[in-house]
């Protein structure tokens, strides 16, 4: 497997994806540094270990459902630091709008047990440390092979800025890939006319590793970018997700069907039941991909710069990011001329690969129809 770290603001996509991680054998957990986004640090640390407790307690009453989440009962355990709670510069934003206060659309008001007080001791699977997430990487990437680590971005590019900032020889010689869901280059934005969320929350962190005056602190033809333009077509149909559940109960007679649910369903269906309202305000019965998207490349191994087997290829693209527009924070500027003009913004460049829709929504599926 190949070693990740994943950095993530849970945040209700990021919850799904680590799902999707948690059950994925193609990779081993090293660590996962939490940062601010969509909601605050501290939330976002909870937030995970609230996912590892309905695991383990979905696997106590399945425990034949083991093998469904390696990564669950991975030999080393996965370590869970708390990454920057602000952003490099400018004004902390948040997207409790969409993911609710707790960043898990409000669980914690409608169920007591889901809530922070059951969480802050946290989990026997998961090692959490003092140290800060940057200093966690650090030793993890001494400890590594030469371009041995997959860094997975989920949220504000932040933490991976501080990151490099603190060592960029060693994260460039044993990162071997970067990727990172955000911006938007084609499409117009989810948080502003022209912002996607996570670059939105720290423009000078994309700045800083994708847009920066000089050379990048990282080299670039490892970084995959995943924006919007491919992550807002990969959608779950809320139908689908119900279906998938009452599939799994179908036949069980018992007083309460949820009584009987499994405590991950139970998990994941407190949340989704508020993102389903939310996204049915924006007139679509569907949870969009974004986190999940970019776990499923990372898995996947898509190369980077290649064309694949069955046609898809990663683009070059050129831009600069906005940091302090009155209207503009987050826009990504993209440099659509052709030939030598095309440098006069710099070289700054961002691998884009469009994916399947049917994979990702069956590798979700997969993900939770665990009961
Ligand atoms: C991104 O912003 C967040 O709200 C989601 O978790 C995702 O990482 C999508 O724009
Ligand atoms: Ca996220």
């Known amino acids: 497997p190949v070693p990740v770290i994943i950095d993530t603001d849970p945040g209700v996509d990021d919850i799904v994806a680590l799902l999707l991680a948690l059950a994925s054998p193609e990779i081993e957990i090293l660590a996962i540094i939490v940062s601010f986004g969509n909601t605050d640090l501290e939330s976002s640390f909870l937030n995970v270990l609230k996912a590892y407790q309905a695991v383990g307690d979905h696997l106590e009453r399945y425990p034949d459902h083991a093998a469904r989440f390696p990564n669950f009962f991975a030999s080393i355990k ?13 004004q902390i934003m948040d997207a409790q709008y969409f993911h609710g206060r707790d960043g898990l659309g409000d669980i914690s008001e409608r169920h007591p047990e889901l809530g922070p007080a059951n969480h802050t001791s946290g989990h026997p699977r998961v090692q959490t440390a003092q140290e800060s997430g940057s200093d966690v990487c ?17 949220g504000p590019l932040t933490n991976f800025a501080v990151l490099v900032r603190k060592d960029r020889d060693l994260v460039a010689s044993r990162v071997g890939r970067v990727v990172c869901m955000g911006g938007a280059l084609d499409v117009p934005g989810n948080t502003s006319p022209v912002a996607e969320f996570n670059f939105f929350a720290d423009p000078f962190a994309v700045k800083e590793i994708l847009c920066p005056a000089g050379e990048p602190p990282f080299p670039l033809e490892r970084f995959l970018l995943v924006p919007l333009d491919i992550t807002t077509s990969h959608a ?10 009452d599939d799994a109960f ?8 949820s009584s009987m649910k499994s405590p991950l369903i139970h998990f994941t269906s407190s949340f989704l039941k508020r993102t389903r309202d939310v996204m049915l305000r924006f007139g ?14 990372a898995i996947s191994h898509l190369p980077s710069s290649e064309v694949l087997a069955s046609g898809w290829v990663a683009e070059r693209r050129i831009f600069d990011i906005e940091r302090t527009g009155e209207l503009t924070r987050g826009m990504l500027v993209v440099d659509r001329r052709e030939g030598e003009s095309a440098d006069t913004l710099g070289t700054n460049r961002a691998e884009v690969k469009p994916i399947p829709t049917r994979v990702e929504v069956e590798s979700l599926e997969q993900a939770l129809s665990v009961g």
Not at 142 to 151: A, F, R
């Open 78 to 90: 996965t370590i869970l630091a708390r990454g920057r709670g602000q952003p490099l510069a400018g």
């Open 138 to 154: 650090l030793s993890l990437m001494n400890s590594h092979l030469p371009l041995s680590i997959t860094y997975i971005v989920l």
């Open 236 to 245: 779950l149909p809320f139908p689908v997700y119900k279906e998938r559940v």
């Open 250 to 257: 179908a036949g069980v007679s018992v007083p309460s069907v």
């Open 284 to 297: 679509k019965d569907a949870m969009e991909l974004h986190d999940i998207v970019a776990v499923w490349c």
